[in-house]
């Protein structure tokens, strides 16, 4: 569904991701691990097209180059960014519907039920201004705005951040359920224990490189990995 091939990523002279190659299957989670700073969120943007990259970035066989972010969008991949970058002055409501921008308003009373089905706290905050939300609150917003979009593939980027072990809990459930429902997911984490839990495959990036990938399993009984990610 989704594959780069020698992608790169500078910012002026520094160069944040070197050359990652890497894929994900149609229905699989895939994750992207390793510590702050390492590129994960550099290799998120450059598939999206929100920093410029060299490289070939392809998805369901459509060479990206040249394309915008909204055309990404519109072939049916959403990033849900660091942080939420919700819109803290709108409604919980408001956030929510501009998810679904792109799609006709016909369509929105259905999704944005959906979205209330799934996570009910938000049909409870309808009306109340997203800054004001907790932060696992504003992540379940974050995350049912990407879905009012209709998405094929999904990427998260770090999702657990600021969140209560509970709530990471809820979080991975959720993201079980998206899968199993045919969405693609891409999940980008420091918390790698979280995305062990959850990965088909997982690639450890390290210096703006692909330093491991394989089965979850396979990376858990790596010494480096247990060392240096797992706490073993």
Do not use: W
């Amino acid at each position: 569904m989704l594959s780069l091939e020698d992608v790169r990523v500078s910012y002026g002279g520094v160069q944040a991701v070197r050359g990652v190659s890497l894929a994900m299957r149609e229905g699989q989670v895939v994750g992207l691990v390793g510590a702050n700073g390492a590129g994960k969120t550099s290799v998120l943007n450059a598939i999206t097209g929100l920093v410029p990259r060299r490289g070939r970035v392809s998805f369901r066989g459509e060479d990206l180059e040249g394309l915008k972010t909204a055309d990404i969008v519109r072939r049916g991949m959403v990033q849900v960014a660091q942080g939420r970058q919700l819109f803290p002055e709108m409604t919980v409501l408001e956030n929510l519907e501009l998810g679904a921008f792109l799609l006709p308003p016909a369509d929105v009373p259905e999704l944005r039920e959906k979205m209330f089905v799934r996570f009910p706290i938000l049909k409870d905050r309808a009306a109340q201004q997203a800054g004001t939300l907790s932060g696992g609150e504003q992540q379940m917003l974050a995350m049912a705005r990407a879905l009012m979009g209709r998405p094929r593939a999904l990427l998260v980027d770090e999702p657990c951040l600021g969140l209560s072990p509970k709530m990471v809990g809820v979080l991975g459930d959720f993201i079980r359920q998206v899968n199993a429902e045919g969405i693609s997911v891409m999940v980008v984490e420091q918390n790698t224990a979280f995305v062990f839990g959850l990965a088909h495959h997982a690639y450890v990036i390290e210096n703006g490189q692909v330093a491991l990938d394989g089965h979850p399993d396979e990376l858990r009984r790596d010494d480096r990995v247990r060392s240096a990610y797992l706490g073993i």
